[in-house]
Nanobody, 124 residues
């Protein structure tokens, strides 16, 4: 059984940065594809970024790609999401998700394991 736990959310000012962390357990992340999604109040869950087994297999939301970076540290079984130039519309619960296949996928139904989420609130 794979478990993922997010941290690093909080309150940030517009224009600031946050780095979210997702620690996986149960399997090594070298055999997991991992992704970040977010969900704002009253909205559908939205893809943010994903990373596959291959370090070059990275996918980003087209609307966010200029402001975010996903990375993984296999030694720490951890994946990170760096978010810069934050905007109030980035306010959401951010979720880490995992699946036991090689490829970085972008739809939330592709992922089998989910964390509880971490709240990000960006003030103007």
């Amino acid at each position: 059984q794979v478990q993922v736990v997010e941290s690093g959310g909080g309150l940030a000012q517009a224009g600031g940065s946050l780095r979210l962390t997702c620690v996986a357990s149960g399997r090594a992340i070298s055999v997991l594809s991992l992704a970040w999604f977010r969900q704002a109040d009253g909205k559908e869950r939205e893809f943010v970024a994903a990373t596959g087994w291959n370090p070059d297999d990275i996918r980003y939301s087209e609307t966010l790609k200029d402001r975010i970076t996903i990375s993984r540290d296999n030694a720490k079984n951890t994946v990170f999401l760096q978010m810069n130039s934050l905007r109030p519309q980035d306010t959401a619960v951010y979720y880490c998700a995992a699946r036991l296949t090689p490829y970085a996928l972008t739809h939330f139904t592709d992922y089998h394991y989910w964390g509880q989420g971490t709240q990000v609130t960006v003030s103007s």
